[in-house]
């Protein structure tokens, strides 16, 4: 009796199959040069680190799928439903093959079309990508003992203990492996053998890898081969390495950007003299060439270097557009003399009823000391007029700087600099009790700087600790000096052996030694918020404001940090997101009252376009504690290089 209903439900549930097979394709059948839209989702994790690594993975993903012609045709009609089963047969083992690049070898791709009653067709697409697979790997250096593998083994599955198996992630694995040796006295490795074997129980990727080390060898004496007229100390001040060290090619790509910073030479080529080769001694060959010629560039460029705020109600809409025109003119002399002029004009169109306008034209000179190795000169001139949130400013400087090294990473400068201001605001009573409308400045700056990042506009990794001090003498003002000092600590840190997810931070504190805040000018109080402070608030209005003047007050001390998670999508671009906070201290006055002091919040997120000088970086900043009327909702900030 079971038997026979088991055989009855199975011959309904076989029938009702029929039925749908018959009703699908019947209709089908009707339809004509139909056309199809596409659904598509993906798995995500659950875990918050997981899924911010799983929505960039997924961004690259959905970026590969658009390029496939089940995408690119969806709105063009088809003639059949065969033809439509013909092309997602063939994108997805395309999809799949993308998937492998990205390091998902267990992904799971599934499509269904679908007819709904009215005859529209949806194709429905799922991919789970499941669990991105580890990278392990052994490698075999043919031509060392066994203890020369075990020990270069082991820094290699601690370097890149973490890596995953995408292409590009193992790519990037072998060329770091010989970029290592290239660091550790090997000029020549060669990957012999590379090969990838898939566990796809284990979720494992395994490379075997065999590398020729060839000789390890250490640098030997350096010919200079350049022109007529040049000091041939001048190049070997600049080298960084010395004659007897190890072998190591980031020492001679730093040779070369020493170098050709000098602004001297046109071509800089370093390269071993295999040829000439003794024992473990290899000579070097630094050959240099002089471009005769004057360059000139000559620029234009429109962008939002102050206060992009999109409210009109805004207190902080002074100062939103810059037109910046840059000159550069370089003599590449023969005499160690390398001196580059560059020459800053920079608008701002104001309201029409403002009838100021900011500008600024700056000339800087620098050059390289000849006698002191990594040492420069910088000579600088300028006048500009600013109105800012706070007050309007016209100014004519003299500076010169001198920085020169201590070690390869600690840094030291001394400055000079002549002063002439004039400073104005609509708020008269701040005058009449501060200072006199114009005066005078002497300033003589000190810093040191020990950098151990790895780059100077785009760090992914290493700490930068700066310290400055400056003495201000002031006439017409309302005190005669000034002592200043910052201090500021950055870090970046990689999540990966590929840094491709950074983690950085920075901490800032600023402050002025005087007595009374009434009696420092204006302009040399210290304010937070903008392009390199707090992001969500305007230039100098992460700051309390005086009650009745809606303006703010400044004060002797400033505290800021930034965090930022640094993520990059690809070789040109990235996105991050961003946490500033920023107090202003000591900025209690006797003739006026301000706001209850507190902290000034923000976050974030931005864009970064990678180039050869740097990040663009775009970014939109939100104020956590916003001033309704005097904070924007929103800021908007464009620059070169990151925040910090």
Known sequence: MVEIKEQVMLRFLSLGFILLVVDVFGRSDELRDFSYTIDLSMKKD???????????????????????????????????????????????????????????????????????????????????????????????????????????????????????????????????????????????????????????????????LEIVCGKNVNFGETEIVAFDGIDEQFIRNRLKWDQGEIFSADKINSSVEELKNTQIFSVVEIDPVDSKLKGQSLPMRVKVNEDKKHMLDIGLMYQGVRNMNFEKTSQATKGIKSIIAKISWTRLNAFGNGEKLTFNAEGTPMKSSDKRVDYAFEVILAQPDVFLKNATMEYGASHRQELTNVFFKKSECLNFKYTFPLTDVLFAGIGFSLEDYYVNSSYKKFFEQNMSHYYKAQSIPISLIWDQTDSLLNPTSGFRLEGKGTWTRLTGAGTNSLKSYSFAFSYNHPLDNLKKNVVAFRVCRKGIFSSDIDQIPIDKRLY??????????????????????????????????????????????????????????NNKSKYFEIEKKRWFFSVGAGMRYYTSIGPIRVDFAFPLNRRKGVDSKVQFIMGLGQSF
């Open 46 to 208: 659950n875990s918050i680190l997981d899924e911010v690594a799983e929505l960039i993975s997924e961004s690259e993903i959905r970026s590969e799928i658009k390029k496939l012609s089940v995408f690119a045709q969806q709105d063009k009609p088809v003639n059949s439903m065969t033809a439509l089963n013909d092309r997602l047969s063939k994108d997805m083992v395309i999809l799949n093959k993308d998937l492998h690049q990205f390091g998902y070898y267990n992904a799971k791709v599934k499509y269904d079309i679908r007819i709904d009653e009215d005859n529209s067709v949806k194709v429905l697409i799922k991919i789970d990508t499941k669990n991105k697979f580890s990278l392990n790997f052994s490698t075999k250096f043919v031509d060392q003992d066994k203890d020369f593998n075990r020990h270069y083994s082991e820094i290699l599955k601690n370097k890149f203990s973490l890596a995953k198996a995408s292409m590009s992630e193992i790519r990037a694995v072998i060329d770091e492996t010989l970029i290592l040796l290239k660091n550790s006295g090997f000029y020549s490795p060669e990957a012999r053998k590379k090969k990838v074997f898939i566990d796809y129980d284990n979720n494992l990727a395994f490379l075997d």
């Open 528 to 585: 937070g918020g903008g392009i390199n402070s707090v992001r969500g608030y305007a230039n100098q209005m992460a700051t309390e404001m005086v009650k009745g003047a809606e303006v703010t007050m400044g004060g002797k001390a400033l505290t800021e940090f930034n965090v930022e998670y640094r993520r990059k999508i690809n070789s040109d671009w990235g996105a991050i997101a961003f946490f500033d906070g920023a107090k202003v201290h």
